[in-house]
């Protein structure tokens, strides 16, 4: 019998293999194809003088090709891990040796590989978040680019709130197994396995590795608060630097 993590990703994958013909356009407003949140990532891109970026979670590469046209001689390669979205990007144009078929928690490539590496909305996705976060900074050398899920400003203020203490007392994830069934994640229709995550999560090991950290709420404000965007956007883009 297959354990929990592995049913979880069996169900994910069957998700994205049966909607891959279809994915950018039921996807067409999510991550990489936000032009208010991505102009961030290309201007400080283009301020690190970046010359190579790996997208983890690539999908069927819209993200790749969005980034080619923003950053014009930008080294861009692409990992995923669902073989029917890796041959939908090369039918949409990516070419095939620039997106990789692996796992976040396991990238194919030595350290400090990429001046860059960027994911948009893949974490809330992986089982195992942080992991995904360790290996894409093993991988980067100037800089990551994390836009995902922050579940602190999702829902009334009440409900923000309690996540917020739960998670300071060690107590969130009891919390989402009980509200979860046991399984600890959710499955809807638009957005396949989900669970429930936030940037702040994996903030640790971001922290140890950049020089500076910016956050950029990436949806708009809920309430006005000075705990922006902890408290008040319900996606963060995360720009870790190094010098």
């Given at each position: 019998m297959a354990s929990k993590p592995d049913h979880a990703v069996a169900i994910q994958r069957k998700y994205y293999t049966d909607t891959a013909d279809r994915y950018e356009s039921m996807h067409a407003h999510e991550?990489?194809?936000?032009?208010?949140?991505?102009?961030?990532?290309?201007?400080?891109?283009?301020?690190?003088?970046?010359?190579?970026?790996?997208?983890?979670?690539?999908?069927?590469?819209?993200?790749?090709?969005?980034?080619?046209?923003?950053?014009?001689?930008?080294?861009?390669c692409?990992?995923?891990?669902?073989?029917?979205?890796?041959?939908?990007?090369?039918?949409?144009?990516?070419?095939?040796?620039?997106?990789?078929?692996?796992?976040?928690?396991?990238?194919?490539?030595?350290?400090?590989?990429?001046?860059?590496?960027?994911e948009f909305a893949t974490l809330h996705h992986a089982a195992n978040p942080t992991a995904v976060v360790k290996e894409m900074l093993r991988v980067a050398r100037k800089a990551v680019f994390i836009c995902d899920s922050n579940r602190f400003g999702q829902g009334p203020l009440p409900a923000?709130?309690?996540?917020?203490?739960?998670?300071?007392?060690?107590?969130?994830?009891?919390?989402?197994?009980?509200?979860?069934?046991?399984?600890?994640?959710?499955?809807?229709?638009?957005?396949?396995?989900?669970?429930?995550?936030?940037?702040?999560?994996?903030?640790e090991p971001i922290a140890r590795w950049a020089n500076r950290v910016i956050l950029i709420p990436a949806t708009g404000l809920v309430n006005a608060s000075w705990y922006h965007p902890l408290l008040t956007s319900s996606g963060i883009l995360v720009c870790a630097l190094k010098d």
């Open positions: 991550g990489g194809t936000d032009a208010s949140i991505t102009k961030f990532m290309y201007a400080l891109a283009r301020m690190l003088e970046i010359r190579s970026i790996l997208d983890v979670g690539t999908a069927t590469g819209a993200g790749m090709r969005n980034i080619k046209e923003a950053l014009p001689g930008t080294f861009v692409g990992v995923e891990p669902v073989a029917a979205l890796v041959r939908q990007a090369a039918q949409n144009g990516n070419a095939p040796s620039l997106v990789v078929q692996a796992t976040g928690e396991a990238l194919p490539f030595p350290d400090a590989s990429f001046d860059a590496v960027c923000r709130l309690l996540k917020l203490v739960l998670y300071k007392a060690k107590l969130w994830g009891a919390f989402n197994y009980l509200r979860t069934g046991g399984k600890g994640y959710s499955i809807t229709e638009g957005d396949g396995l989900a669970y429930s995550y936030s940037v702040y999560d994996s903030m």
